[in-house]
């Protein structure tokens, strides 16, 4: 099965629903989903929702897809591995990436570890992507080990960019960033090898202002292009 169709009146996207369904090429959705559905976990024996989806992970045939537009919020590890995915529009009324968190209790002290969204992880054909327009962050590794992404729009509503977020994408040449920015991770950045250029939409004393975590070398060291958001005369989605 290369394509699917999924009949109106779906509301909601089961989790896991498509992983590993490896000649699937492409899934039209219908636009009544409003919500891609999480798995549940067990903590402490209490079961209750995690944050992963899984919907589309391992569908290394995926090409393409198209988001509802009344979709809010996409799970972690919904795209990862989806090795042959080019395509992904995304609705402005995306708000929120999930990801998910270890946990290190030690007395009353309470430690938060390995972060990690994988939402886009390993999507080894994806070139560009406009990020959402409602989006607010970009979790941890929400792009890791995109080895061909070159180009990322992300748009004015989004403020932080988490640990590891394009950590690995090689190919990554350039950024464009928007004033609503205040906090760039550690390794948000790294092994980003040929990063070159970030256009950012306000001057360099707000550039300055942002708190730029450590492993940010290539991103300290790009050309700056303050006061545009005009990138590429590459086509995006959004």
Same mark, same amino acid.
């Given at each position: 099965l290369e394509e699917i169709t999924l009949g109106k009146g779906i509301t909601i996207l089961s989790a896991s629903v498509f992983t590993d369904s490896f000649n699937l @090429? *492409? /899934?039209?959705? &219908?636009?009544?989903? %409003?919500?891609?559905?999480?798995?549940?976990?067990?903590?402490?024996?209490?079961?209750?929702?995690?944050?992963?989806?899984?919907?589309f992970a391992g569908c290394k045939g995926l090409e393409e897809i198209t988001l509802p537009p009344e979709l809010e919020v996409l799970p972690?590890?919904?795209?990862?591995?989806?090795?042959?995915? @080019? *395509? /992904?529009?995304? &609705?402005?009324?995306? %708000?929120?990436f999930l990801f998910e968190s270890d946990f290190s209790i030690n007395g009353e002290d309470v430690e938060v570890k390995n972060m990690r969204s994988n939402l886009f992880s390993n999507c080894d054909a994806l070139e560009s992507i406009v990020l959402p327009a409602g989006l607010k962050y970009i979790p941890p590794k929400t792009f890791n080990n995109c080895k061909n992404l070159s180009e990322v729009i992300i748009q004015k509503a989004v403020t932080e960019i988490m640990t590891e977020a394009f950590y690995n994408c090689k190919a990554l040449t350039f950024v464009s960033v928007p004033e609503s920015v205040i906090s760039i991770g550690e390794n948000a950045f790294s092994k980003c090898d040929i990063f070159a250029d970030i256009f950012y939409t306000a001057n360099q004393e707000s550039w300055d202002k942002i708190s730029i975590g450590d492993n940010n070398d290539n991103l300290i060291s790009a050309r700056k292009h303050y006061n545009t958001t005009s990138v590429s005369t590459h086509p995006f989605e959004s």
């Open positions: @090429k *492409k /899934v039209n959705l &219908p636009v009544t989903i %409003t919500k891609f559905a999480t798995l549940t976990k067990k903590i402490a024996g209490i079961e209750s929702e995690s944050n992963a989806g899984w919907q972690a590890y919904v795209f990862y591995g989806c090795s042959q995915l @080019k *395509k /992904v529009v995304c &609705p402005d009324s995306l %708000t929120e």
